[in-house]
């Protein structure tokens, strides 16, 4: 099941990691659904994505997303106390999975719909991919303005095929 | 002689440098001034220098280095590092230091511990001044019991 | 959470999920870089406690990161929580060392960790200099991890040491100090 992108959020609200897959059919499944059994049987030839109308950046869609998650994650808490947390939500076109750490470093995952829950693979991604090749690289700042560090080769092997396990499954 | 009858206790230990030079020194006895001690120390590097070559295998142990006389004898122990311990019995028994190697042992142990502060100078330029160091040396002096006594 | 919970976590990770290293090694290692540090900087020993914190906090900014992922905790019930936690399990699994809490304030603000043993300071003979002695906490270090730590979840504290064996005291003690609660950064204001 495909995976459409992925961010980290730092504790001053900063992204300062996004990795995007499957541009193509993150868009046709958004307006599969829309469109409401429209017929789109397979993707154009042609190298032009279906561009939704209105489409953002990279770096404002994570902008977004922060808000997004950032209100619902502070709604729960004040719905059910400080402790409690969302684990995800899902529209007709995807499905929103979060992790947070103790730290306040924010993991956010886009897949599809059907994607089964991926709290514990984003769990996974922050001890086994962000602390040991981010956290524990001593040549690495500590903070990651602009990201700064983040994106190193050890960090995106390990996450290109943590993705490709998960896909597969 | 009535000294025979008396139980063999150290009267000195002392550690040279591997160039020889005098580190620490540490007199345990009323009967002979500490100059005595210094001397006699000295002439054991002369006898370590001479067994050295003979001593084949990488044992530390010198053993009975030599006896001044019926109540004094020295006992030596070399580290690979070229560090010399010599300790001074009175009234020694006739084992041929093998009563004095648990001390060497305990002494070379004290030793690493002093080296490992990371506030040592070893540089082998001056003496060892270590409070610690010091009553450590004098624990295991007072706790030396020579097995073959019996005690 | 109990403190028998605690304990047991502390246990289990330090058993499973810790690689081990020579203690001697990181004994003398941390031994040679305040020996160095009292050489650099001549002696000044508020300095070189200074600079020890320092250091500290910027291995604890990270170090917290790898403690909540060897262990999986979530946040703590509460200062007094987190003191259980920082003793049973974070020094457990760093320095396998278990120090006591104890001395708490009447407002649940502050405590003390009493330190019966530390490997930092094996062999440690502080210099003789008559001031190093009354001046120097040479375990500094371990003030400026807490403070780094903590205020990544949020607290930030002030730790000091108390007491020092090393300086001939009769115990080793640290002093913890729960300023305030950090507040959630909020996103800059939409444009």
Same mark, same amino acid.
């Given at each position: 099941?495909?995976?459409?992108?992925?961010?980290?959020?730092?504790?001053?609200?900063?992204?300062?990691?996004?990795?995007?897959?499957?541009?193509?059919?993150?868009?046709?499944?958004?307006?599969?659904?829309?469109?409401?059994?429209?017929?789109?049987?397979?993707?154009?030839?042609?190298?032009?994505?279906?561009?939704?109308?209105?489409?953002?950046?990279?770096?404002?869609? #994570?902008? %977004?997303?922060?808000?997004? &998650?950032?209100?619902?994650?502070?709604? +729960?808490? @004040?719905?059910?106390?400080?402790?409690?947390?969302?684990?995800?939500?899902?529209?007709?076109?995807?499905?929103?999975?979060?992790?947070?750490?103790?730290?306040?470093?924010?993991?956010?995952?886009?897949?599809?719909?059907?994607?089964?829950?991926?709290? #514990?693979? %984003?769990?996974?991604?922050? &001890?086994?991919?962000?602390?040991?090749? +981010?956290? @524990?690289?001593?040549?690495?700042?500590?903070?990651?303005?602009?990201?700064?560090?983040?994106?190193?080769?050890?960090?995106?092997?390990?996450?290109?095929?943590?993705?490709?396990?998960?896909?597969?499954? | 002689?009535?000294?025979?009858?008396?139980?063999?206790?150290?009267?000195?230990?002392?550690?040279?440098?591997?160039?020889?030079?005098?580190?620490?020194?540490?007199?345990?006895?009323?009967?002979?001034?500490?100059?005595?001690?210094?001397?006699?120390?000295?002439?054991?590097?002369?006898?370590?220098?001479?067994?050295?070559?003979?001593?084949?295998?990488?044992?530390?142990?010198?053993?009975?280095?030599?006896?001044?006389?019926?109540?004094?004898?020295?006992?030596?122990?070399?580290?690979?590092?070229?560090?010399?311990?010599?300790?001074?019995?009175?009234?020694?028994?006739?084992?041929?230091?093998?009563?004095?190697?648990?001390?060497?042992?305990?002494?070379?142990?004290?030793?690493?511990?002093?080296?490992?502060?990371?506030?040592?100078?070893?540089?082998?330029?001056?003496?060892?001044?270590?409070?610690?160091?010091?009553?450590?040396?004098?624990?295991?002096?007072?706790?030396?019991?020579?097995?073959?006594?019996?005690? | 959470?109990?403190?028998?919970?605690?304990?047991?976590?502390?246990?289990?990770?330090?058993?499973?999920?810790?690689?081990?290293?020579?203690?001697?090694?990181?004994?003398?290692?941390?031994?040679?870089?305040?020996?160095?540090?009292?050489?650099?900087?001549?002696?000044?020993?508020?300095?070189?406690?200074?600079?020890?914190?320092?250091?500290?906090?910027?291995?604890?900014?990270?170090?917290?990161?790898?403690?909540?992922?060897?262990?999986?905790?979530?946040?703590?019930?509460?200062?007094?929580?987190?003191?259980?936690?920082?003793?049973?399990?974070?020094?457990?699994?760093?320095?396998?060392?278990?120090?006591?809490?104890?001395?708490?304030?009447?407002?649940?603000?502050?405590?003390?960790?009493?330190?019966?043993?530390?490997?930092?300071?094996?062999?440690?003979?502080?210099?003789?200099?008559?001031?190093?002695?009354?001046?120097?906490?040479?375990?500094?270090?371990?003030?400026?991890?807490?403070?780094?730590?903590?205020?990544?979840?949020?607290?930030?504290?002030?730790?000091?040491?108390?007491?020092?064996?090393?300086?001939?005291?009769?115990?080793?003690?640290?002093?913890?100090?729960?300023?305030?609660?950090?507040?959630?950064?909020?996103?800059?204001?939409?444009?």
């Amino acid at each position: 099941m495909p995976i459409y992108s992925f961010y980290i959020f730092d504790r001053h609200c900063e992204c300062i990691y996004t990795k995007q897959w499957h541009e193509a059919e993150r868009y046709q499944s958004a307006a599969a659904a829309t469109a409401r059994r429209a017929s789109i049987t397979s993707a154009p030839d042609g190298v032009s994505l279906p561009q939704a109308p209105g489409r953002l950046s990279v770096q404002d869609d #994570a902008k %977004l997303i922060f808000g997004v &998650v950032f209100s619902l994650r502070n709604m +729960v808490r @004040k719905l059910s106390g400080p402790d409690d947390s969302f684990i995800s939500f899902r529209t007709n076109g995807y499905k929103l999975h979060y992790y947070e750490t103790p730290t306040n470093l924010r993991f956010v995952m886009l897949t599809d719909t059907k994607m089964s829950n991926l709290r #514990a693979a %984003l769990h996974q991604i922050y &001890v086994n991919l962000y602390v040991e090749f +981010v956290v @524990k690289n001593p040549l690495s700042p500590v903070e990651h303005p602009g990201g700064v560090g983040v994106g190193v080769e050890m960090f995106e092997y390990g996450l290109e095929r943590f993705i490709k396990s998960i896909e597969a499954e | 002689m009535a000294s025979s009858l008396l139980p063999p206790r150290i009267a000195c230990v002392a550690i040279i440098g591997k160039k020889n030079s005098p580190l620490f020194l540490s007199t345990f006895t009323k009967s002979r001034d500490t100059l005595f001690f210094h001397f006699l120390i000295h002439t054991t590097l002369d006898i370590f220098t001479l067994r050295l070559p003979s001593k084949t295998n990488g044992d530390s142990d010198f053993g009975l280095l030599y006896a001044v006389d019926e109540e004094l004898a020295c006992y030596g122990w070399l580290t690979n590092t070229g560090i010399k311990f010599v300790v001074a019995v009175e009234n020694p028994t006739s084992s041929g230091g093998e009563d004095l190697k648990p001390v060497f042992r305990a002494l070379q142990t004290a030793y690493i511990r002093l080296v490992c502060n990371p506030f040592f100078e070893n540089d082998e330029l001056g003496a060892i001044k270590s409070k610690r160091f010091q009553k450590e040396v004098g624990d295991i002096v007072e706790g030396w019991r020579p097995g073959s006594r019996g005690e | 959470m109990s403190t028998t919970k605690h304990a047991r976590i502390g246990e289990e990770v330090w058993k499973s999920r810790v690689d081990k290293v020579n203690a001697e090694l990181v004994t003398l290692t941390y031994g040679s870089i305040v020996q160095q540090l009292c050489k650099d900087l001549e002696g000044d020993y508020t300095e070189v406690n200074k600079q020890l914190d320092k250091m500290g906090y910027n291995i604890g900014l990270r170090l917290i990161e790898d403690f909540l992922a060897k262990t999986n905790m979530g946040r703590c019930n509460g200062f007094r929580d987190t003191a259980e936690s920082i003793a049973k399990i974070g020094f457990k699994i760093f320095l396998n060392i278990t120090p006591t809490v104890t001395n708490w304030s009447a407002d649940n603000k502050s405590f003390s960790l009493v330190f019966e043993e530390n490997p930092l300071a094996d062999f440690v003979e502080l210099p003789d200099d008559g001031r190093a002695q009354n001046e120097l906490w040479y375990s500094n270090i371990l003030c400026g991890v807490l403070r780094g730590a903590l205020e990544m979840v949020q607290m930030q504290v002030e730790a000091h040491f108390a007491s020092d064996v090393l300086r001939g005291n009769d115990s080793t003690e640290m002093r913890v100090e729960l300023i305030r609660i950090i507040d959630d950064e909020l996103p800059p204001g939409d444009e």
